[in-house]
């Protein structure tokens, strides 16, 4: 899916990503007026907005602007009710909430994730009882990679207790098996704006050099001709 520069694609049902499928989006350039998609359920519970019902296939993002808002018990961008997801973000300036039980990005209630981060500018909110990017309710936060990026992220409010669910990890009473982090990167304290400069209860936690190459390939700029789109690929 290209995102064409001042054009707007509105998907009210949600953008299904089935198991086993793949989608890639990205954005005709870095302008400011890149090409927006915003993806909402008007009814339904348990669907992700891209990715759908249950375990999604994998997502990769590699630019444009991109608002996302779950149902409930799913996540924003990832897995429905019961239902895993494999996201990377390449690049793009993302907003994604999720449903109550859901993750921003991630996994729906009672599901897990694989997110990998290389870029891009990413609010994540986790619905109620789940994580901001990680699990969603009573699911760990799977494996969350980050390498890069402006990533700001929320855990939902928790109704079964006080305070708030992690904003990176396991959704309701749920750790993370795995956190990595490249060393060139800061975490900051959302309340405070102060370093953090140790990190708890996430389980596995690992400091990595800075991204290697993905898998999926780089975009460096994407041709119109003749009412086609091709991408230049380094």
Known sequence: LILADECNLTANEGIAVFAGNSLSIFGQSDRLDAG???????????????????????????????????????????????????????????????????????????????????????TAIGGANAAGIGGGFYADGGNVSIYGGNIYASGGS??????????????????????????????????????????????SVSITEPAPEPESFKVDYLKYNNGTFSAETS
């Not at 249950?54 to 779950?70: D, K, L």
């Not at 959704?171 to 800061?186: D, H, K, R, V």
């Open 36 to 122: 927006t998609l915003t993806a909402s359920y008007t009814h339904d519970s348990s669907n992700a907005a891209i990715g759908g019902n249950g375990n999604s296939g994998t997502i990769n993002i590699h630019g444009g602007n991109i608002f996302a808002a779950g149902t409930s018990l799913a996540a924003g961008i990832g897995g429905g009710e019961d239902g895993n997801a494999t996201v990377n973000i390449y690049g793009g300036n993302i907003k994604a909430a999720g449903g109550a039980r859901g993750a921003g990005i991630g996994g729906g209630d009672r599901g897990s994730s694989s997110v990998n981060i290389y870029g891009g500018n990413i």
């Open 158 to 203: 928790n109704h079964y207790g006080s305070g708030f669910i992690n904003a990176v990890g396991g959704g309701e009473n749920a750790g993370i098996n795995s956190l990595t982090i490249a060393e060139n990167l800061s975490l900051y304290n959302n309340e405070t704006g102060e370093p953090v400069d140790s990190i708890s209860g996430l389980g």
